[in-house]
Each structure stands twice: as C-alpha cells, then as structure tokens.
C-alpha cells in the first residue's frame, strides 16, 4: 500500500462525512416517523452505520438536533483535544420552511 492511500485511509475527510450524512438525513426525512426524537434517532443511528461502513480507523460521535423555526435562536459551541492531521469535525444542516434539522460528526483517529 502507497504512502498516500494510507494517509487518506486514516484521515478524516469532511467531504466524504458530508455526502454520507446527506444521503442519510434524504432517505430517513422521506419516512413518516410519529415523532421528533424517533427521526433524530433514526438519522443518529443510521448515520453512525454508514459511517462504519467506510471502513476507516474511526470512533464516531454523531449529534442531531431538529428545531423549529420559530424566530428562537439556537447557539451551540464544542471543543476537543485531538491530533489535527488526522482527527476531525463537519456539520451538515438542512432547513425547509418549517424545521432547522443540524448534524454533527466527530471523528477520532484509533
């Protein structure tokens, strides 16, 4: 294996994070599911599936938060020690004229 392949194997790539999170937040969104924390569940846990399913060296951490757009604010801020080339952080949101629905994913090198 090439030094590159392996150093792309065990970095974390936002855009790649990105594209699998939206495809999940597309297919779990068209589902009729009876309340809130049952799709916020629902994308948390298919979301951490598709993620493993990449097969990359990671622990993942996924968040989910679905607000109503009521003219509220919403502020959140995270932190955390971890090795910069390899580890690391995106967020996918998604809003129609209704809801705010905000993914985070966090990955850290094993």
Known sequence: MDEDQSAEESTFVVD???TVIKTVKKHHWKQLLPTIK???SSIV????RQLTKLGKPFKYMVTCIIL?????GLQTASSCFWDNSTDGSCTVRWENKTIYCIVSVFGLAI
């Open 16 to 18: 790649e994070i990105t």
């Open 68 to 72: 109503q757009k009521n003219g509220a």
């Open 45 to 48: 846990e298919s979301s951490l």
């Open 38 to 40: 049952q799709r916020m």
